[in-house]
């Protein structure tokens, strides 16, 4: 089905909600702006995360906002975890020799301390941080690898990575597992819309034993 996974970090494989809802409400009350819930998150953040400061923190530059967050992301207890299935999904892929990426917005030094405290690295040929606005870094990805696009997918959890598997030209696999409710999701249209990571593994397991 696919020979080629791109995935994104935040509400993919990972579960950093917590600790971004936190961050996210310490840079606002910075500012004088009221604090977000859970299902408010939700339904407000998205990415590129310079248009969500925009719209709520008019005015407010980039990298001062950015330093704040980060601040207040390091300086969260809220843990960090693995979501479920996702460990079982790469293990599954290595198995198969099924290429894995990452492409995220997360900053560099955040993401990396998270992939080896996690003991994620292995499962990936590289990895792509920092990517504010992620169309801008998929098609260097797929060229650089020499990633053919019928045979690549895009996993997210946000319009953002659907939006950015329209842009590279690939499949696009958007999650339940994260920042975005499901409506929101499938009014972007992606290819597969599907609850986590263990249905996406069951999917392609099925298109695998229909082809062979």
């Known amino acids: 089905m696919y020979q080629n996974l791109i995935f994104d970090w935040?509400?993919?494989?990972?579960?950093?909600?917590?600790p971004t809802i936190e961050a996210t409400n310490r840079v606002?009350?910075?500012?004088?702006?009221?604090?977000?819930?859970?299902?408010?998150?939700?339904?407000?953040?998205?990415?590129?995360?310079?248009?969500?400061?925009?719209?709520?923190?008019?005015?407010?530059?980039?990298?001062e906002l950015e330093n704040h967050f980060r601040k207040a992301f390091a300086e969260s207890q809220v843990p960090v975890t693995i979501l479920p299935h996702?460990?079982?999904k790469l293990d599954w892929c290595m198995e198969r020799e099924i290429r894995c990426f990452v492409l995220t917005s997360m900053d560099t030094a955040t993401f990396e301390q998270q992939l080896d405290e996690l003991d994620m690295r292995r499962y990936f040929e590289a990895t792509y941080s920092g990517a504010v606005?992620?169309?801008?870094?998929?098609?260097?990805?797929?060229?650089?690898?020499?990633?053919?696009?019928?045979?690549?997918?895009?996993?997210?959890?946000?319009?953002?990575?659907?939006?950015?598997?329209?842009?590279?030209?690939?499949?696009?696999?958007?999650?339940?597992t994260g920042y975005t409710h499901k409506e929101v999701l499938d009014s972007h249209d992606p290819d597969w819309l599907l609850d986590d990571l263990l249905a996406f593994r069951q999917l392609m397991e099925q298109h695998s034993s229909a082809s062979s």
């Open 133 to 176: 606005d992620k169309r801008q870094v998929i098609g260097k990805l797929l060229d650089h690898h020499e990633l053919d696009v019928k045979q690549t997918a895009f996993v997210g959890d946000m319009t953002h990575d659907v939006v950015t598997a329209k842009h590279g030209g690939v499949s696009s696999v958007a999650l339940l």
């Open 10 to 18: 935040s509400g993919t494989l990972v579960d950093d909600m917590g």
């Open 28 to 63: 606002f009350s910075i500012y004088g702006k009221a604090a977000l819930d859970r299902d408010e998150f939700r339904r407000l953040f998205r990415l590129p995360y310079s248009e969500f400061y925009e719209e709520h923190l008019p005015g407010v530059r980039l990298d």
């Open 86 to 88: 996702a460990r079982e």
